[in-house]
């Protein structure tokens, strides 16, 4: 079976937020916080940008399985990459209140943190853990 790419691995919050683009760096503290305060869970590092918190373990019934992280977000060039995991068509509701954004099926774009009502992305992180508990087990670290 095939390695997964994508490992976990504890933040230096220094270096990392040191790699993110000046423009972006208040936006990623920011972020920090909101994730840290709705989930309660520290932050680790998927990979070179992502900054997860928590995992969840899968398998399908194909056999394949791995773990991924359960919520977090990546500060892109153009735009800022929130992964709520779960949640689906569930989440429609809330996403209407949210402002400008773009979604797919696990990942929520926005361009400007302060164009979206930070009440209702926190609603959406807490949303798409508890759709993720529904279906796989997910632990803090």
């Not at 840290?36 to 918190?53: H, Q």
């Not at 019934?61 to 992280?69: K, N, V």
């Not at 359960?70 to 709520?84: D, M, N, Q, V």
């Not at 979604?103 to 209702?120: H, P």
Request: glycine residues 12%; proline residues 6%; positive net charge.
């Amino acid at each position: 079976m095939a390695e997964a790419k994508t490992k976990s691995a504890p933040l230096d919050r220094g270096a990392w937020l040191g790699g993110v683009e000046p423009a972006q760096r208040e936006e990623a503290e920011r972020l920090l916080a909101i994730f840290a305060e709705v989930t309660g869970w520290e932050p680790r590092l998927w990979g070179p940008s992502m900054v997860g918190f928590g995992r969840y373990v899968y398998r399908y019934a194909s056999g394949h399985g791995g773990e991924s992280l359960a919520t977090g977000f990546s500060p892109r060039k153009a735009e800022l990459s929130i992964y709520l995991m779960a949640g689906g068509e569930a989440l429609a509701p809330i996403l209407a209140r949210l402002g400008p954004h773009r979604m797919t099926k696990a990942c929520l774009y926005v361009k400007r943190l302060d164009a979206v009502d930070e009440g209702v992305l926190r609603e959406l992180i807490q949303a798409g853990l508890e759709a993720l508990r529904r279906q796989w087990p997910v632990h803090p670290v």
